[in-house]
């Protein structure tokens, strides 16, 4: 029978008393002994010898690991949760559009108006490319109660030659363009002081075509590196049917320089005008007009963020030089702009106050009224100072809002004034109050301006801003034809893949004009303009990825508002065409 280590260990310790127990019994009649100890005891102690020698295990406490088997009993368990199934979320995958380096659209509408546009472009090599684009808008006239030739032609056509690289990209292009207007204009009751025979030959005797001609040639460049951000110019020569004559050169380089870890961007600005004209509009029209203006500008600025400010410091160094009177002058402009995020980017407050030199000319009058008399004083606006605030952001995610407020003091503005009728410009196709000269006032401007934009969904888009001013001048009666109010909304929707439309709705208010000396024997009078509304629509099907026909309706109330005094635009007006693309 084997013994486990428990009961060895108890024997053990059962023997090892027993043993004590007699060893004090046999030593109990042991007597007392002096001893004298006559020197120190120093004890010693001697080599301890290894015991060479395995010792034996003991086979009985190496007895083999027993194998234990668990048994887990399974019980079901009660339950009211039922997990709802997973279903994968599929991604609507549009088809990528394919992009055409061309394209070509013709329409034609009533009042024999033709509007065609051609563009193309090729690349020559990996990063050079050539391109050309040819327009052409046209109208045959026949505005209701208009006694005078109405029609108007506008071909333009310019090539551009471009290179992409990565350290700096440049172009350069060339353009033409021929315009052909009517002083059609004529006021309601010209002639009405006449015998009737005597008014029809004198409105038959008129001949109110004119037309411009624009020759450009300018250029871009963009930098990666270096001092130089970017530079760009241009040289227009302008000049009408009239013998007038102006050329414009125009320069603008853009460098970065770090100053004690600042970034400084500085703008610096060289724009020249000079032309003439063969007559002046007044009761000495023989003596001609001549003119030549150059403005050299500095702009330099930083811009400072911290936290959720950002400022912008800077300002704006002009010296305007007017060679043919002798008049020039010196211009400080502030350039301050800072905003604050209040709210992320749901709410930024921003503000600031700008100034600037604006250097009017021949060319850029007539965009924006093409029925001028060749007989304009040319001399820059001087805007002191634009002192603004508002606020913009976002309402929802796909809904944003800018809403601003601001006073505006501007020196020698250019204001568009009805030009009179007189006698000694009896010869002149455009002395029948029929045409419109420019004076310079000085007007302070308190304007709001209000937009929002939603994006209801990727086929819905709509848009509506307005724009309110209140003007105060102190030499005039009038800020000529300037409206106090303009809205403007816009809607576009994509109905279907195939088939899109739009609406564009807008709204100018009063603007006032004088109306001068039509029988020569009243005074001139102070004439309000009525304020207009305007709808325009547009419906369009993509018949396939290269060709689209639309169909645009504009003025569609047939309205004969005038812009401009004594001249009403035409009224519905329909045109129908189409979009081809392509590629070579």
């Avoid at 606006?381 to 929802?396: D, E, P």
């Avoid at 819905?460 to 309110?468: K, Q």
């Avoid at 102070?526 to 309706?553: C, I, M, P, Q």
Wanted: net charge negative.
């Amino acid at each position: 029978m084997k013994l486990n280590s428990r009961n060895k260990i108890i024997i053990l310790l059962v023997l090892f008393v027993v043993q004590l127990s007699f060893a004090q019994k046999k030593n109990e009649n042991i007597g007392t002994e002096t001893v004298n100890v006559v020197k120190p005891y120093s004890p010693t102690i001697s080599d301890a010898s290894k015991v060479k020698e395995t010792p034996s295990l003991d086979d009985a406490g190496n007895q083999p690991k027993e194998t234990i088997k668990y048994s887990i009993l399974s019980v079901p368990v009660a339950s009211t949760f039922t997990p709802s199934k997973g279903n994968a979320q599929a991604v609507d995958k549009s088809k990528r559009e394919r992009l055409f380096n061309n394209y070509a659209t013709l329409g034609v509408g009533n009042y024999g108006t033709l509007n065609a546009e051609l563009f193309v472009t090729q690349d020559l090599g990996n990063n050079d490319y050539l391109a050309g684009m040819l327009r052409h808008h046209s109208s045959q006239g026949g505005i209701k109660d208009v006694n005078l030739n109405d029609e108007f032609y506008d071909t333009g056509l310019n090539i551009g030659y471009g290179v992409n690289n990565r350290d700096v990209s440049w172009g350069v292009d060339l353009g033409y363009q021929n315009q052909v207007y009517n002083w059609y204009g004529l006021p309601a009751d010209f002639g009405m002081t006449l015998p009737l025979g005597t008014q029809e030959d004198l409105i038959r005797g008129i001949n109110p075509n004119h037309s411009y001609n624009t020759i450009s040639v300018g250029g871009n460049a963009e930098f990666t590196d270096g001092i130089f951000s970017k530079i760009s110019t241009r040289f227009t020569h302008f000049s009408d049917s009239f013998s007038s004559s102006e050329n414009r050169f125009y320069l603008k380089p853009t460098f970065k320089v770090d100053i004690m870890d600042q970034a400084i961007n500085t703008n610096i600005i060289v724009d020249h005008v000079s032309g003439s004209f063969e007559h002046n509009y007044a009761w000495d029209n023989t003596e001609p007009l001549k003119y030549s203006l150059t403005n050299f500008g500095i702009e330099p600025s930083f811009v400072v963020n911290e936290n959720d400010w950002t400022l912008e410091l800077g300002a704006g160094l002009y010296y305007a030089l007017d060679s043919e009177n002798s008049g020039n002058k010196f211009y400080i402009y502030p350039k301050v702009n800072a905003s604050y995020k209040l709210v992320g980017d749901l709410m930024i407050f921003y503000t600031g106050v700008n100034g600037g030199l604006n250097q009017n000319s021949y060319a850029d009058f007539v965009t924006e009224n093409p029925f001028l008399s060749p007989t304009l004083a040319m001399r820059p606006s001087s805007t002191q100072y634009n002192v603004f605030a508002g606020l913009k952001g976002k309402l929802a995610n796909n809904v944003s809002y800018n809403l601003t407020g601001s006073y505006l003091n501007e020196k020698n503005k250019a204001l568009f004034k009805s030009n009179d009728y007189t006698e000694d410009f009896s010869n002149q196709n455009y002395g029948f109050g029929n045409s419109f000269g420019v004076v310079y006032e000085d007007i302070r401007t308190f304007r709001f301006y209000g937009e929002l934009k939603a994006d209801f969904s990727q086929n819905v888009s709509f848009g509506i801003n307005g724009t309110f001013n209140s003007y105060n001048t102190d030499n005039v009666v009038e800020a000529w034809n300037l409206p106090s109010m303009k809205l403007s909304s816009t809607l576009d929707v994509n109905i279907t893949k195939q088939w899109y439309a739009g609406l564009n709705v807008f709204y100018v208010g009063e603007r006032k004009d004088m109306q001068h000396n039509l029988n020569l024997t009243t005074d001139p009078v102070v004439t309000t303009l009525k304020s207009y509304f305007d709808a325009n629509a547009h419906l369009g099907y993509k018949y396939n990825e290269r060709l689209t026909f639309f169909l645009k309706l504009n003025n569609i109330g047939n309205q004969a508002y005038q812009k401009w005094l004594n001249y009403p635009v035409q009224g519905f007006q329909v045109l129908v065409g189409g979009n081809y693309k392509f590629d070579f």
